[in-house]
Each structure stands twice: as structure tokens, then as C-alpha cells.
């Protein structure tokens, strides 16, 4: 149970870190080059919002598996 746990908390941090750093990226990105995201038709930020959707649906099921665990 201990390494389940470890596992899955590595996952969470793994997730969260690498949403953390393609954001900072992204804003970077757009910082230095605003003139790649003007031919765009959608925001610069759009690819960030899939990602925080996806990091938000992850971080909720492995937290909930560790609440889950954590009772047991």
C-alpha cells in the first residue's frame, strides 16, 4: 500500500509540475513572439486551457484514489 501511494503521488506532482512548466513555456512563447500567435484563430492560450482541463480531471481521480487508499 505504501508504494501505491508513493506511486500516485508521484503522478499527481508529475502532473501538476508538468502543467506548471508548459504554461510558463506557453507565456514565454507568446512573450517573445506575438506575431506567430496573430495568424492564429484561436487565443494563444487555448492549448493551456485543454491542458488545465486535463491536469484538473487527473489531479481529482489520483487524489481521489489516494483519499480512497487512505481510508482503508
Not at 32 to 61: F, G
Not at 64 to 71: A, C, F, T, V
Request: charged share 10%; glycine share 6%; no cysteine.
Amino acid at each position: 500500500m505504501k508504494q501505491l501511494r508513493r506511486i500516485l503521488k508521484l503522478l499527481l506532482w508529475s502532473h501538476i509540475g508538468v502543467f506548471a512548466g508548459y504554461t510558463a513555456y506557453g507565456w514565454w512563447h507568446y512573450k517573445t513572439h506575438p506575431a506567430l500567435y496573430t495568424l492564429q484563430s484561436t487565443p494563444w492560450y487555448t492549448s493551456i486551457q485543454i491542458l488545465a482541463l486535463y491536469t484538473l480531471a487527473a489531479t481529482a481521480l489520483l487524489t481521489g484514489l489516494l483519499l480512497l487508499l487512505k481510508e482503508k
